[in-house]
Each structure stands twice: as structure tokens, then as C-alpha cells.
């Protein structure tokens, strides 16, 4: 099966500042990439995803780019924002599966 | 829409009891999973259904989990006997066509003492 790994495991960032997060896969078939938000207490929510067919994609002020040669793909949020205070989580799944397999989750924290 | 919804929210029981977690899905949604999360094991998926039939459950701990989804708007997590190391939270989600863009419900957190 797909096996997700995710660095840093705790980010923190000046208010302003951008923070960048790194998601490596191990299966080659692997065509979506989706990002989850995590806020205390509460489900994760998706933030933005990509499928194999892109290399980016930006949404106000976060993007994902996706190297499928070396099997990494990594989320940028710029001009960072107390509000963007979560933990965030990568996912992959190849076409022949229905199940997500997530990374471990990324605690970021952004500093006033 | 009001999203993914559970019930109950907060749940705290016994050793050796019988939890049921209840979820309804997003009108419309044809794919419905169960996970687990925990400090240690981050978010796991337990099992997930299609058009009402589970597909997977490949991810279930134990004989002690079963779910069921009676109909496309209702599915069930039940621990029968329920132990410590249950003790997490446990999220529904749903999409439509397959394991793109799933909707989070949001969760029940569960304590067993």
C-alpha cells in the first residue's frame, strides 16, 4: 500500500512569514494529493488538493507543487496569519484505491 | 448543507461496555469511511463503504468493531466490548466517487476507563 511520510513535524513562523511543508510517497501511481487543516477540537478540512496531471496549483495564499519523478510534493502558505495556526496533514491515494493514506500531520504555529 | 454530522460528540464509558457512534453523511455522497485518530497512530482509516456496502474494513482493530450503514444517510461504529485502548477520536467522512475531496465530520471523542 501507499506509505505518506511528512516533514517537519512542528513548524513555527513569524506572523508574515512564509512555512513550508514537505510529503514524500512511496507509490508511483499515487494521482491525488489532497492537503488537510486540523484546528483544535475540530475534523480535518481540505485545504486544496492536486492530481498527477499538474505541477501547481495556488489558492490565495497557499499552493502545492508536486514532483512526480521524485515522489514529493509540498504545501507553501505565504504571508503567514495567526488564524493559520493547525495542524496540517498531506494524503495520497493511487487510482486503484479509494483509501487516503495520510502523513503524520505538521503542528504549525504562527508567532504574533 | 449542514456537512458531516456525529453524535454523540463527547462519549466516556466503562471498560467492557457497549459504544455505538453514529454518523450521517452528506446528502448525495456515495462514499462514506470511519478513522481513527490517536496520538501515537495519527489518523487511521478503520473502514469505508460504497453506495452502502462496506468495501474495505481491512483497517478494523478487532472482532470487537463492526460498522454498519443501514441506508445511504445513516452508518454505525459499534466496539462491543469497548477497552482503554480505544480511547481516541473517531471521525466519519464522505465524498462523492471515490477518495477525492472527503468531508470531515467533526468527531466523537471517546474515553474508557
Known amino acids: 500500500g501507499e506509505n505518506v511520510e511528512q516533514h517537519p513535524s512542528t513548524l513555527s513562523v513569524q506572523e508574515g512569514d512564509s512555512a513550508v511543508i514537505k510529503c514524500t510517497y512511496s507509490?508511483?501511481?499515487?494521482?491525488?494529493f489532497p492537503w488537510y487543516k486540523q484546528e483544535l477540537g475540530k475534523g480535518p478540512q481540505l485545504i486544496i488538493d492536486i492530481r498527477s496531471n499538474v505541477g501547481e496549483k495556488k489558492d490565495q495564499r497557499i499552493a502545492v507543487t508536486l514532483n512526480k519523478t521524485a515522489k514529493h510534493f509540498s504545501l507553501h502558505i505565504t504571508e503567514t496569519q495567526p488564524e493559520d495556526s493547525a495542524v496540517y496533514f498531506c494524503a495520497a491515494t493511487p487510482p486503484y484505491d479509494y483509501k487516503l493514506s495520510f502523513g503524520a500531520g505538521t503542528t504549525v504555529t504562527v508567532r504574533a | 448543507d449542514a456537512g458531516v454530522i456525529q453524535s454523540p460528540r463527547h462519549e466516556v464509558t466503562e471498560m467492557g461496555q457497549e459504544v455505538t457512534l453514529r454518523c450521517k453523511p452528506i446528502?448525495?455522497?456515495?462514499?462514506l469511511f470511519w478513522y481513527r485518530q490517536t496520538m501515537m497512530r495519527g489518523l487511521e482509516l478503520l473502514i469505508y463503504?460504497?453506495?452502502?456496502?462496506?468495501?474495505?474494513d481491512s483497517g478494523m482493530p478487532e472482532d470487537r468493531f463492526s460498522a454498519k450503514m443501514p441506508n445511504a444517510s445513516f452508518s454505525t461504529l459499534k466496539i462491543q466490548p469497548s477497552e482503554p485502548r480505544d480511547s481516541a477520536v473517531y471521525f466519519c467522512?464522505?465524498?462523492?466517487?471515490?477518495?477525492?475531496?472527503?468531508?470531515f465530520g467533526p468527531g466523537t471523542r471517546l474515553t474508557v476507563t
Open positions: 446528502s448525495g455522497h456515495d462514499y
Open positions: 463503504f460504497n453506495n452502502n456496502v462496506p468495501i474495505d
Open positions: 507509490d508511483s501511481a499515487s494521482n491525488y
Open positions: 467522512a464522505s465524498s462523492y466517487g471515490g477518495a477525492g475531496e472527503q468531508y
